[in-house]
């Protein structure tokens, strides 16, 4: 079983940062591949970031390349979603989520072990 805590979210006005940490406890596997999704009112949950414990390549969506930056603390456990000059539309839930394996941007639907999520707030 694995848990993963996400934290870091808040309130932050128009052309602010924000990290995101997202922990992982419990039975953990080093062939994960860790990704960063968020999901808006009234939409669908939409992948942001991704990256792997042990190749550590960054995927981004198209709308946040430039701005966020996904890292990860191998032995912290702990993956980090740096984000950076942060737009209102970037108001949602963030979620923290694990797949099994790989190396690539995977959709939402590959991912089966999710965070209960941090609110993000981008006031203008």
């Known amino acids: 079983q694995v848990q993963l805590v996400e934290s870091g979210g808040g309130l932050v006005q128009a052309g602010g940062s924000l990290r995101l940490s997202c922990a992982a406890s419990?039975?953990?596997?080093?062939?994960?591949?860790m990704g960063w999704f968020r999901q808006a009112p009234g939409k669908e949950r939409e992948s942001v970031a991704a990256i792997s414990w042990t190749v550590g390549m960054p995927f981004y969506a198209d709308s946040v390349k430039g701005r966020f930056t996904i890292s990860r603390d191998n032995a912290k456990n702990t993956v980090y979603l740096e984000m950076n000059s942060l737009k209102p539309n970037a108001t949602a839930v963030y979620y923290c989520?694990?797949?099994?394996?790989?190396?690539?941007?995977?959709?939402?639907?590959?991912?089966?072990?999710w965070g209960r999520g941090t609110q993000v707030t981008v006031s203008s």
């Open positions: 419990g039975h953990t596997f080093n062939t994960y591949t």
């Open positions: 989520a694990a797949r099994r394996g790989g190396n690539a941007f995977y959709p939402v639907s590959s991912y089966d072990t």
